[in-house]
């Protein structure tokens, strides 16, 4: 059964950092590209950062290129995405996405 756990999600202060994590199970993950995606209140699910199989191409949206950074761990099954000077407008459930397959999601809320 192919499962997609994320966790990591929480509470940061505004320019403070958040790392989420996304095991894979059922599935050879290695194989696949990994992607984010989140969805703030009210607001349509968007992509955040994709990346490539064995991690040698990496793709972020503009809003989160140079703060954000994805990476993953194939002996493991996990991608991670390291967030950095996190801001109010990052606040949303982050997803994690491979092939079709969707996480649970995460909560993160950025507030002082």
């Known amino acids: 059964q192919i499962q997609l756990v994320e966790s990591g999600g929480g509470l940061a202060q505004p320019g403070g950092s958040l790392t989420l994590s996304c095991l894979a199970t059922?599935?050879?993950?290695?194989?696949?590209?990994q992607s984010w995606y989140r969805q703030a209140p009210g607001k349509e699910r968007e992509w955040v950062a994709t990346i490539g199989e064995r991690g040698t191409v990496k793709n972020y949206d503009d809003s989160v290129e140079g703060r954000f950074a994805i990476s993953r761990d194939d002996d493991y099954n996990t991608g991670y995405l390291q967030m950095n000077n996190l801001q109010p407008e990052d606040t949303a459930v982050y997803f994690c996405r491979v092939m079709g397959y969707w996480g649970q999601g995460t909560q993160v809320t950025v507030s002082s």
């Open positions: 059922g599935f050879a993950f290695a194989n696949f590209p």
